[in-house]
């Protein structure tokens, strides 16, 4: 059963964190959930404390009253295990299950996430208290959901860890040699004789070695996934709910987000926009259609959003009005089943108390709370869409190891970044109108007639192959710069880059990486401008499609085409990139789900498997924007032709 089928719509509300409040707050707090369409609330996230008030001790009683007063008021409820805020008495208890950092220092609590993940003392704790959990909770008739954890995301280097990543890598390696081989260690001294003396990347001198940080990255996402499970399979042993942890979409990246999405029951994640304005509309989409992919295409939930600001240490961002519907009908448009907010009911108190919710400091007759009410009803009305799923034509290659391959120490540019050259082509995609699909370089892609493949600075050979197969098979490839230059042991490609079924497919060689400086721009032979990085490319095979025109690289080809095969070896400048993408789309014939709308304007087209289809169009500028045609909108329960400044509709395709 889907979540959508159990709460028999679109999933509405957000983290509720009752034992905040007194009674008569609760008895508000039921009301206020009735009036605004609240149907999902998640409780207990960081309530160990008060479930385990000492170890081995649990009392529930508050937990049981807090259920049957949400389930009798129509609530249903995506039940957290606590575990991402050990409580006090852990630490004293259990002083070697604290996070160390990379520089040796020892963590204490007085925030949340003091854990080490690894820690035996640490996993068996949250075990018990998730079994516990679902041996009380599995079958309460409010439970719709279950949350494992929060956010999987502190790292640690402690001797637990170290332990833990010798075995990862013992399972990995056959044998120390190949680690040594693996990791390059011939090259400063490096060479280990016994496997005690592999460390996990703790601070050094000087770079880290790039094969032993980036095994790091993969063996936490491993030790991640499996507390996951562990959490999930003990949940499983009692409840037949759904189950799921949050994930986060944000600048960096701990997780293997394509393993988490084969594990988890429906895919969720927290969505904090990386900018303001049309920025943020950007962001939602990226965020979204991360999520769908993830999660293979099927419905997805938006666990956390703010409603309006969020303070964090580096970035204060409030919401414009008409946001809070406009960000949460983007994800739907995306895919999501729902849009919850973290929190219900903003803090007195605490760490979190300027963090904005659905019902702010101000109380209920506020702006805030008028358009989270305003959603709420605008949400009930969308109950249709429930299991419909977005289609795309085009993708945006993602992986996480390449990710990883570019956070290291010692590469050829600084300013080589993953994050941004991924959104970077998402965002054209999306400035272009495209519905976007994100996939691996593994996965099978004959299902899109166009693949942007950026920043894969890391490619498997598995991955180049099948690149090579995607245009054999007649779909059109663009594949950017610094691509395809290491393999999966970041052993770098030699007699050219990127790796040879590629060059093959694109019909080029790269001799040459020239990273620019800062401030350096390079004019194309076309007028377009290039920055960051550039390549002595030759042909084999491909024409030059634009050449540089200055320095070294003087008539040397800039961007080269083979048939459907295209490479990019620069970074273009916004308008270029456009352009580009431009002549790209109308190559492989792939459109607009709704052709014809003015920039800024955003529609993305639902599906339903008996053939019914929605238009989500959003109004991002200040303009009211016109439809191509009148259409029914499920907003206004009207036909309309214009969608108003800011707004947003629901079109019923005939
Ligand atoms: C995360 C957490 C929440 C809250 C928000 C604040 O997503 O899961 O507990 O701290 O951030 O933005």
């Keep these: 059963m889907t979540l959508a089928d159990r709460l028999g719509g679109l999933a509405f509300g957000g983290d509720y964190n009752p034992e905040q409040w007194d009674e008569a707050v609760w008895r508000e707090d039921d009301e206020l959930m009735r009036r605004a369409g609240v149907n999902l609330a998640t409780v207990g996230v960081f309530s160990w404390a008060l479930l385990e008030p000492a170890e081995g001790e649990y009392d529930f009683a508050w937990l049981d009253d807090q259920l049957d007063r949400l389930h009798a008021n129509g609530v249903a409820v995506d039940l957290a295990t606590p575990t991402a805020s050990p409580p006090p008495w852990f630490t004293l208890a259990h002083p070697d299950a604290l996070p160390v950092t990379a520089d040796g220092t020892r963590l204490v609590h007085g925030s949340r996430d003091t854990y080490c993940l690894v820690a035996p003392a640490y996993r068996d704790a949250a075990r018990r208290i998730a079994t516990a959990l ?12 279950w949350h494992v954890h929060n956010e999987y995301l502190t790292l640690c280097w402690c001797d637990q860890v170290a332990a833990a990543f010798r075995n990862w890598l013992r399972r990995r390696y056959d044998g ?5 081989e693996a990791w390059g260690t011939a090259f400063w001294s490096q060479h280990y004789t016994a496997w005690d003396q592999v460390l996990p990347p703790r601070a050094t001198q000087w770079h880290k070695n790039p094969g032993q940080a980036l095994d790091f990255r993969r063996f936490w996402s491993d030790e991640a996934l499996a507390a996951y499970r562990e959490q999930r399979d003990a949940i499983r042993g009692h409840s037949d709910r759904l189950v799921t942890t949050n994930l986060m979409v944000p600048a960096y990246q701990n997780l293997d987000l394509w393993a988490f999405g084969r594990e988890v029951d429906v895919v969720a994640i927290d969505h904090y926009p990386s900018g303001p304005g049309i920025d943020a509309a950007a962001d939602t989409a990226f965020g979204g259609d991360r999520a769908r992919s993830f999660g293979g295409g099927r419905p997805w939930l938006l666990m956390e959003q703010g409603t309006n600001t969020v303070y964090t240490a580096d970035r204060i961002l409030a919401k414009e009005p008409g946001e809070i519907l406009r960000h949460s009908l983007g994800h739907l448009a995306h895919g999501a089943d729902g849009t919850l907010f973290f929190q219900w009911r ?14 702010p400091h101000a109380g ?47 590469l050829p540019s600084a300013d080589l970044d993953y994050r941004s050259a991924l959104a970077r082509a998402h965002r054209a995609l999306w400035n272009a109108g495209v519905t ?3 996939a691996h370089p593994e996965h099978d892609l004959s299902r899109y007639r166009l693949v942007l493949a950026p920043a894969l600075f890391l490619l498997s050979d598995a991955g180049a192959a099948n690149l090579r197969r995607f245009v054999a098979g007649g779909g059109t490839l663009l594949v950017q710069y610094a691509n395809g230059v290491v393999d999966d042991r970041l052993h770098a490609r ?5 790796a040879a079924p590629l060059r093959e497919a694109l019909g080029i060689r790269v001799e ?20 960051c990085w550039s390549e002595s490319v030759r042909l084999h095979g491909a024409e030059a499609v634009a050449a540089y025109t200055t320095g070294m690289l003087a008539g040397s080809p800039a961007l080269t085409r083979h048939g459907r095969g295209w490479y990019l070896s620069t970074r273009l400048d916004d308008a270029g990139y456009a352009a580009l993408i431009a002549r790209l789309l109308a190559a492989a014939s792939v459109e607009p789900d709704l052709p014809g709308l003015p920039p800024g304007v955003e529609a993305v087209t639902r599906h339903a498997e008996d053939g019914r289809r929605w238009h989500i169009v959003l109004n991002h500028t200040a303009e009211p924007a016109r439809l191509p045609a009148s259409a029914h909108d499920l907003l206004t329960a009207g036909a309309i032709h214009e969608v108003r400044p800011g707004g947003c509709a629901v079109l019923r395709s005939p």
């Design 134 to 145: 679902a041996e009380r909770y599995g079958n309460h008739p409010a439970v719709a959901l």
């Design 176 to 180: 120390l040699d190949a680690l040594n």
């Design 346 to 359: 903003q803090s007195r108190a605490g760490a979190e108390q300027w963090h904005s919710a659905m019902v």
């Design 364 to 410: 209920p007759d506020s702006r805030i709370h008028r358009e989270v009410v305003a959603l709420g009803s605008a949400l009930g009305r969308l109950g249709e869409l429930a299991g419909s799923t977005v289609r795309a034509h085009a993708a945006v290659l993602h992986d996480s190891d390449a990710w990883w391959s570019m956070d290291g120490d010692g």
């Design 436 to 438: 976007t699909d994100f």
């Design 494 to 498: 030699l007699g050219g880059y990127p």
């Design 512 to 531: 040459e990486h020239r990273p620019l400086a800062r401030d350096e721009r390079l004019v194309l032979s076309d007028g377009t401008h290039g920055d």
